[in-house]
């Protein structure tokens, strides 16, 4: 099973960005999808960004549209989420998630930003936006 670690949280003012990075012990499977998911106290987790590891399709929650970039550095094992712009409302706990399932829609496969699909997860790594 892939171990996750995330790193590179901390705390910033609006407008202000960073770089998440969630380093995967273990072999990602071609097959399968990677995310990163939030969550805010006293809301539901919420699906950030996913990625398909066969072709590296990205797939963005409408929140995050063009704000956020995420990526992957297969060589090293490592998955990254770049966060520009940030908002207050982007604060949360920032999580990232292996072993999700892809599904086949009108014939290209796509990565799910629903947490119940992905059963492997690193600790989390705090983000906070204030001024």
């Known amino acids: 099973q892939v171990q996750l670690m995330e790193s590179g949280g901390g705390s910033v003012q609006p407008g202000e960005w960073l770089r998440l990075a969630c380093a995967a012990s273990?072999?990602?499977?071609?097959?399968?999808?990677v995310a990163w998911f939030r969550q805010a106290p006293g809301k539901k987790r919420e699906g950030v960004a996913a990625?398909?590891?066969?072709?590296?399709?990205?797939f963005y929650a409408d929140s995050v549209q063009n704000r956020f970039t995420m990526s992957r550095d297969k060589s090293e094992n490592v998955l990254y989420l770049q966060m520009l712009s940030l908002k207050a409302e982007d604060t949360a706990m920032y999580y990232c998630?292996?072993?999700?399932?892809?599904?086949?829609?009108?014939?290209?496969?796509?990565?799910?930003?629903?947490?119940?699909?992905?059963?492997?997860w690193g600790q989390g790594t705090q983000v906070t936006v204030s001024s």
């Open positions: 998630a292996a072993e999700g399932r892809p599904s086949l829609h009108a014939g290209v496969w796509r990565c799910p930003l629903d947490d119940v699909e992905y059963s492997n």
């Open positions: 273990g072999i990602i499977s071609d097959f399968s999808c």
């Open positions: 990625l398909f590891a066969a072709d590296g399709s990205r």
